[in-house]
């Protein structure tokens, strides 16, 4: 029986869309186009657990990074969000060894640029799972958006 939810959740989760970060009402929102089907996102947010330059990458309409880069002991990513088959016991938050939120950010950066095919592989959509980013595109995109995540460190947390 188990078996049958599972696989309710996975087919559940492959045809819901993630909201668009203009639908999630996040802050300065700039988009940084890779290719059809894929995009970075990089905003500013101002929540209760934290403030900062955030970023989120986007395929096929489903967000599967977002990294929440809030400084010291705050900041945190979420990986494949939504698959929640794959989250135990409910906790969905990487914390980040890092403590400035610049530092962080250049992780975030980093594990945009060197490990996104390993979670686009291990997603439960299969147009996500074969998803061939464009590498060139995608560093281009990422430097982009490693210069504005500091404009708004800068410019935010002063």
Partial sequence: MNVFKNVKTKLKWMFARTPSPSERKLNDVVIYHIQDHAYLAVYW???PIGKGP??????HDKEIFKFDCFGEDRGHYHTNIGQLPLVPRGEDRLYFSERSIE???KHAIFEIRRNTNYYLHRNFDPRITFFKLDTQRLEAACQEAETK???YAKTFTQ
Avoid: A
């Fill in 45 to 47: 947010k101002d929540i």
């Fill in 103 to 105: 530092e962080q950010l």
């Fill in 54 to 59: 955030c970023v989120s990458l986007y395929v």
């Fill in 149 to 151: 995540m500091l404009e």
